[in-house]
């Protein structure tokens, strides 16, 4: 069946721009998660939603960025005012429940000039 | 969850086994052992996990020891497309977030 999607796969965007990242996830799948992985790092966690709901945003790494799933789905991850460290590839995966495995999408590369 | 130690890289020649070794000498009960990879430009990709058995799947299998403060990972006849960042991860059934760490960079050489 269908994996876990992210579009747009590449995104370049100047400083100080606004961005938004989208995510489908595996469906049924109500757990949904977002990672950031910067260049010769393995992925770090940002955001975990149960639902429709953000049940942990502790990885956000500050007030710039932002995530909704209004419908228990489709998941977009938003990025304000970006700066030149916001470059990374942005992943997305899920999982059937909390606590399960999760799935990962292809990610998405952005470039901040 | 626990932390895990990974050697940061390994060879293998192509159609031989490769073994990928992962220290978690705190692990707790309820903490299971999450393989992933990581192919160049390219999410991460689920392998295997167990809790204390042995697993065995199409990709792989997972030996867990007994005190389960280790484990490793066997690619029983690896090819070139194996060539990969493999990461090791301790994440209990009540935790979220993967804890990735800096992985195994494997090398498949022909």
């Known amino acids: 069946g269908a994996g876990v999607s992210q579009t747009p796969s590449n995104k370049v965007t100047e400083k100080g721009k606004y961005v938004e990242l989208r995510c489908d996830p595996i469906s049924g799948h109500t757990a949904l998660y977002w990672y950031r992985q910067s260049l010769g790092q393995g992925p770090e966690f940002l955001i975990y939603f149960q639902g429709t709901g953000a049940a942990d945003d502790s990885g956000l790494p500050n007030d710039r960025f932002f995530a909704v799933r209004p419908e228990g789905s489709v998941s977009t991850l938003k990025i304000q005012r970006t700066e030149r460290g916001d470059s990374a590839v942005y992943l997305c995966a899920s999982s059937l429940n909390m606590g399960e495995t999760q799935y990962f999408g292809p990610g998405t590369r952005l470039l901040v000039l | 969850d626990a932390k895990t130690t990974q050697p940061p890289s390994m060879d293998c020649a192509e159609g031989r086994a490769a073994n990928l070794p992962c220290n978690h000498s705190?692990?707790?009960?309820?903490?299971?052992v999450y393989w992933y990879r990581q192919i160049h430009s390219q999410g991460p990709q689920y392998i295997i996990h167990?809790?204390?058995n042995n697993e065995t799947n199409e990709m792989a299998s997972l030996i867990i020891t007994e005190d389960r403060k280790s484990s490793t990972l066997i690619l029983p006849h690896a090819t070139l497309r194996d060539t990969a960042v493999y990461y090791c991860?301790?994440?209990?059934?009540?935790?979220?977030?993967?804890?990735f760490g800096k992985g195994t960079s494997l090398l498949v050489t022909p």
């Open positions: 705190t692990i707790s009960g309820n903490e299971y």
């Open positions: 167990g809790l204390k």
């Open positions: 991860i301790a994440l209990s059934n009540s935790g979220y977030a993967l804890n």
